[in-house]
């Protein structure tokens, strides 16, 4: 079956365009010839220099990801070779790769020195002897570099009741712990209800653990005097 030719010179050009299944075992190929062909190799070498120029990229590495989706996106709905294809998106998701690697060093970076601020407002707040802590934090809407300020929190001052907040120019991250001794004044799950409620947020938790998340946010400090207004309301001091 098929175009026949007396001469493959005939064709000109030829480019295979798409392999698909069509029964078990059973292969279907496409290709174009002449200028069908010619134009999907011409399209191939503007995608394979786009692809290039994006591996050439070594500063703010980070946004690769994005970059290479919306090319990743280009390709997917271009008329090239199927085989160059296949390569193009090999080398694309190598470079989405190496920026969630950095990503996630870069986070790891920030959660430490996060950690350390921390620290140090920790204990001025039992200097002060302050049974609350509200303190804004650069760690995005990750849930578990949440955690890891908690647990820093938690080990250095057990009674204390502590509350992070986080923002990634959108989303805005609230995650609170209290102590046992705390809970008939004051439970995590309330506070950061009370919190995201100024902000259009919710969350949810146990008295002594609970985080949420606001789709938007104007001002963290906004949320952070709300934090504060309703421990005060439950008769707790607070730090901030």
């Known amino acids: 079956g098929g175009t026949h ?14 392999e698909t299944a069509v029964a078990k075992g059973i292969r279907r190929i496409s290709a174009v010839t002449k200028g069908a062909a010619q134009k999907a190799i ?24 994005k970059q290479a989706g919306a090319i990743r996106k280009d390709l997917d709905e271009a008329f090239l070779s199927a085989p160059l294809k296949s390569k193009l998106r090999t080398r694309l998701e190598a470079l989405q790769k190496k920026a969630m690697d950095a990503k996630k060093k870069a986070l790891a970076a920030r959660v430490e020195a996060c950690i350390g601020k921390v620290e140090e407002e920790v204990q001025q707040a039992l200097e002060q002897n302050k ?14 570099a949440a955690q ?35 809970h008939d004044s004051l439970k995590a799950n309330e506070w950061v209800q009370a919190t995201l409620a100024v902000c259009g947020g919710r969350g949810g938790g146990k008295p002594g653990n609970a985080q949420g998340q606001a789709p938007s946010y104007s001002s963290i400090q906004e949320v952070a005097d709300a934090a504060n207004e309703f421990a005060s309301k439950m008769s707790v001091g607070t730090a901030a």
């Open 42 to 65: 011409e399209e191939g070498k503007i995608f394979e220099e786009r692809v290039s120029d994006l591996e050439k990229v070594t500063e703010d590495i980070t946004n690769l990801d």
């Open 5 to 18: 030719i007396a001469n493959t010179a005939e064709a000109e050009s030829f480019v295979v365009v798409e």
């Open 148 to 182: 890891k300020i908690m647990n820093a929190a938690k080990s250095l001052a057990p009674e204390l009741a502590f509350m992070g907040l986080s923002g990634d120019g959108q989303k805005l991250m609230c995650f609170a712990i209290v102590p046992d001794s705390m």
């Open 131 to 144: 049974p609350t802590l509200v303190v804004q934090v650069d760690i995005e809407t990750d849930g578990k």
